[in-house]
């Protein structure tokens, strides 16, 4: 008997540690975790209680695929019948969404083609073509997005198209709304491309700075956002490994 609770202990060990280690590599929290997985199964069990658990509440989107999936075809039905702009609208954004850049582009320039007042539409086309790096067909985009908006997407169509300057060789323009947009708005997307542009320019120090507000952001952050964050929390250590004073 003793003998099977000890096998039985051993084996939950394992596989706690096996689901901790999962965890830790797809969502890489502080890397002295990783010393108390290893080190004994409770230290795996805490793990999973401290982050795992909460990390469930991420999932959510991965529940919603299944729905979106279908509405997707749906709409891709039903513009056979009725090529509108408002379904080639909603099936672009959809597109987004699943992240296909290239499918939600083709549904913006169809909806552009049929109705050319939707700023949105302009915006949700600039925001694929920055994803697909086609950098300079985003300029346009946002520029008439800003124009008739100037805050739009709570100040992120600013740092997108600072971004888009920054890539097409307009440095003084990248350098002008980035700091307009950083004015007003505390978007991780927005400050480590302006890392990335001053590192481009070879001004560490400023690239530093910029990188340093983003990991500065996280003790005061409650625990949701802060797993949100997470992706930027790497990037921003990446571009202080390659600029170190």
């Known amino acids: 008997m003793g003998s099977f609770l000890l096998f039985a202990f051993s084996w939950w060990g394992i596989v706690l540690r096996i689901v901790a280690l999962v965890h830790f590599v797809r969502r890489r929290p502080d ?34 695929a299944f729905p979106r999936r279908r509405r997707i075809h749906e709409l891709e039905a039903a513009i056979l019948d009725n090529p509108s702009a408002g379904n080639y609208e909603e099936l672009g954004l959809l597109y987004l969404d699943q992240k296909d850049y290239a499918g939600a582009r083709a549904c913006y320039d169809k909806a552009i083609a049929a109705r050319s007042d939707s700023i949105d539409a302009f915006y949700r086309r600039g925001v694929a073509e920055i994803e ?69 320019q070879g001004r560490t120090a400023d690239a530093r700075e910029w990188a340093q507000k ?3 952001k996280k003790p005061t952050m409650p625990g949701y956002l802060r797993r949100r964050e997470r992706p930027w929390f790497r990037r921003a250590n990446s571009v202080l490994a390659r600029v170190r004073a």
């Open 31 to 64: 890397f002295y975790w990783l010393w108390i997985i290893l080190f004994h199964w409770i230290g795996a069990l805490v793990y999973i209680v401290v982050e795992v658990i909460p990390d469930a509440g991420l999932l959510r989107d991965s529940f919603q």
């Open 132 to 200: 697909l790096e086609d950098y300079a067909a985003a300029v346009p985009d946002l520029e008439r997005t800003l124009k008739s908006d100037a805050n739009y997407d709570f100040h992120r169509a600013k740092g997108l198209l600072a971004w888009a300057y920054a890539k097409t060789g307009q440095a003084e323009k990248a350098e002008a709304m980035f700091r307009e947009a950083t004015r007003i708005s505390t978007l991780s997307e927005t400050y480590y491309h302006y890392a990335l542009f001053l590192e481009s």
């Open 214 to 216: 983003i990991l500065a």
